[in-house]
């Protein structure tokens, strides 16, 4: 089933355009590119934050409010930009040997996401300005910094493997 899903992706005429576009894939890069660091650079900060990095400077609530705005942007850039380049070559970058790693960390980044937010943050309020956050919070940063980190890791190994 995902073979055909894969097929499917890379016969649409948004494969074929990405393919055919003499400068496209590049320009998609490069956006790409750019939208993971609107994502990862805010969310990084912000679990940094839920480590205790800058706890006296800025609370939780605050840095949420800042920072997470933009990494939603950069996340809505990466994945569009994503899918157009997967497109182009599906079915090639699905048999890469990365691409497992670089899926399955993105689904772990992805389900962290709502985990978090309607778990321990629902109660933000509560430890907002505390110099150790909940072992949740810390957890689903912990979590969100290795999980983010290998999916770009194994993106940048999708070329070589």
């Given amino acids: 089933m995902l073979d055909s899903l894969l097929m499917l992706l890379q016969s649409s005429t948004l494969g074929e355009t990405v393919r055919s576009g003499q400068y496209l894939y590049p320009v998609l890069e490069a956006i790409h590119i750019l939208g993971i660091a609107l994502l990862v650079g805010p969310a990084f900060t912000f679990d940094l934050r839920l480590l205790g990095v800058g706890h006296r400077a800025v609370s939780a609530n605050t840095a949420a409010l800042y ?39 993105l689904v772990l980044a992805g389900l962290n996401i709502p985990v978090f937010h309607y778990g ?21 940063a912990a979590v969100s910094l290795i999980a983010w980190t290998g999916v770009i890791l194994a993106g940048r190994l999708l070329a070589y493997t």
């Avoid at 321990?120 to 689903?140: L, M, Q």
Wanted: aromatic share 8%.
């Fill in 67 to 105: 920072l997470l705005p933009v990494s939603h942007i950069g996340f809505a850039i990466a994945v569009t930009s994503g899918i157009a380049l997967l497109s182009a070559q599906a079915t090639v970058v699905a048999g890469a040997g990365a691409a497992p790693w670089k899926f399955g960390l």
């Fill in 120 to 140: 321990v943050y629902r109660r933000v309020d509560e430890w907002t300005d505390a110099a150790v956050t909940p072992v949740a919070a810390r957890i689903g």
